[in-house]
């Protein structure tokens, strides 16, 4: 298809909530879960549909967004203003020079449409990347190539759970090293910390590539036992303290010789800029249902680059909607580190979409990126209906 500059009209959007069963539970410092709540957001144009995945979890524990909440407020103040901002047909405003979003005017809008709600970033999230889907459809244009992506091919890690016991952990572990991952990232808590990294160490070896993630589960009191993880090389240390707190990651950062990495904290790129000239963090995990949606993630990503910052995608146990986009996302130049874009089954016996495979032979550990129009998948409408927890919400001009 050849692209084209059309910017289509949005006639109606749906919210769809589905639940999906993980294959095996994935535990952090915030809770356990053994099913993913999704909450699906369809736009629906007049040159055609996309559709976007609200990151939030089913409780308010690692954001204070949560699905219900999510659907919620689309449904009663977000789709109402996007519907009603574009009841006359689409008018935007020029994008300013250099501006990432110039060639997409239409999920380039939603942003200022819906700026009148305070937060909700994943809410807005959702709807931009499901606008956005439906406007590179529409263009014909693929989202790799909307970003900017300089490979075919991104490298893949996994994020590994908190594991009932030491053993478990380590034929987890194993399990993922088999399949070609070439990273491993362990959830972390008090209690459960210094004894998992080394075992996970000397099962990969000095030269693998190992980092942890706090999810803010420590305290400033911490820092001597965070910093005794210097010995173990470990890529980075993620989030240890509350996402508030950039001055005690500042501490931490020059307590220890390990790179801090902020995840919860970084919610577009003024914060990004501001923890990286405070000392905070030198690595930074880009999520960008987090960042209120693919755009802002442009543009942090662009901020850090100009940095030199190197910057890692971050996952959410996304289907294969939101995979999709993120695997684009990280084929960006500044996506240096291996993200958390796993293979469809690292969660989900089944998928959403087709699912996502890791290559082979010389993309042993990579995934492709997408090439066709916008996220470059498929959405199966009968698995929408079949994992439905609610009835699906159609909000219309």
Not at 244 to 251: F, G, R, S, Y
Not at 347 to 364: K, M, Q
Request: proline share 7%; net charge negative.
């Amino acid at each position: 298809m050849t692209p084209t500059t059309v910017t289509p009209r949005i006639e109606a959007i749906e919210l769809h909530r589905i639940e999906v069963p993980l294959v095996r539970p994935f535990e952090t410092s915030f809770g356990r879960e053994t099913v993913r709540e999704a909450l699906l957001v369809r736009v629906r144009t007049d040159a055609g549909d996309g559709w976007g995945e609200c990151v939030a979890g089913r409780d308010p524990f690692y954001s204070a967004e949560y699905v219900g909440g999510a659907a919620s407020v689309i449904e009663r103040y977000l789709a109402p203003a996007l519907l009603a901002a574009h009841a006359v047909g689409a008018s935007h405003p020029a994008p300013a020079d250099g501006d990432r979003s110039a060639g997409v005017p239409l999920a380039a809008s939603v942003g200022p449409a819906l700026a009148f709600v305070a937060g909700h970033r994943m809410a807005k999230g959702a709807i931009e990347a499901a606008v956005l889907d439906a406007e590179l459809r529409a263009q014909g244009r693929s989202m790799g190539a909307a970003f900017g992506a300089v490979r075919d091919w991104v490298d893949c890690g996994v994020s590994v759970g908190i594991a009932p016991t030491l053993e478990e952990l380590l034929d987890e572990v194993t399990g993922y090293l088999e399949q070609g991952y070439r990273r491993i990232k362990l959830k972390i808590k008090p209690g459960w910390d210094l004894v998992p990294v080394a075992a996970v160490r000397e099962l990969m070896g000095p030269g693998g590539l190992l980092q942890v993630d706090a999810n803010t589960a420590y305290t400033a009191d911490d820092i001597p036992l965070l910093a005794s993880l210097d010995p173990f090389g470990l890529l980075l240390i993620e989030q240890p303290f509350a996402e508030e707190d950039i001055a005690t990651h500042a501490l931490l950062a020059s307590a220890c010789e390990t790179p801090v990495c902020l995840d919860e904290s970084i919610l577009d790129a003024v914060t990004a800029v501001d923890a990286i000239e405070r000392g905070a963090t030198s690595v930074v995990n880009i999520k960008p249902g987090r960042m209120g949606g693919y755009l802002e993630a442009l543009r942090v990503h662009d901020a850090c680059r100009a940095l030199d910052v190197p910057v890692w995608c971050g996952g959410m146990l996304e289907t294969g909607i939101g995979r999709a986009a993120n695997v684009a996302l990280a084929a960006l130049p500044g996506f240096v580190l291996p993200g958390d874009t796993s293979a469809s089954s690292r969660y989900y016996a089944e998928d959403v979409t087709e699912p996502f495979v890791l290559g082979e032979g010389e993309h042993r550990g990579q995934l492709r990126v997408p090439d066709r129009a916008g996220t470059g998948v498929t959405v199966r409408d009968d698995l929408v209906h079949d994992w439905a927890s609610a009835p699906p919400v159609v909000l219309a001009r």
